[in-house]
Nanobody, 125 residues
Framework: QVQLVESGGGLVQAGGSLKLSCTAS????????GGWFRRAPGKEREFVAG????????VAADSVKDRFTVSRDYAKNTVYLQMNSLKPEDTAVYYC??????????????????WGQGTQVTVSS
């Protein structure tokens, strides 16, 4: 079992930045691809960004690809989501996830095996 804990959420003004962290315990995160999803009020959970097991492939949703960057630190067993130029529509609960897919970066909920509890990001206008 892998336990994932997110941190770094909070309240920020539009145009500001936040960096989310997702740290794994119980198993090394280096054995998994990492992903970030979000669920806004009244909406379904959606893919935001992901990074492959090797760290060599990153992808991001069109709505965030010019503003958000995903990265990982194997030594710290952590995956990050750097969010810049935040907009009110980025307000959501952000979830970290781990996938056993060995190649590439999965983008769907079903491809991820473990999930964090979520962290709230609120962007004020």
């Amino acid at each position: 079992q892998v336990q994932l804990v997110e941190s770094g959420g909070g309240l920020v003004q539009a145009g500001g930045s936040l960096k989310l962290s997702c740290t794994a315990s119980g198993h090394t995160f280096s054995n998994y691809a990492g992903g970030w999803f979000r669920r806004a009020p009244g909406k379904e959970r959606e893919f935001v960004a992901g990074i492959s097991l090797s760290g060599g492939i990153t992808v991001a949703a069109d709505s965030v690809k010019d503003r958000f960057t995903v990265s990982r630190d194997y030594a710290k067993n952590t995956v990050y989501l750097q969010m810049n130029s935040l907009k009110p529509e980025d307000t959501a609960v952000y979830y970290c996830a781990a996938s056993t897919v060995p190649i590439g970066t999965p983008r769907t909920n079903d491809e991820y095996n473990y999930w964090g509890q979520g962290t709230q990001v609120t962007v004020s206008s």
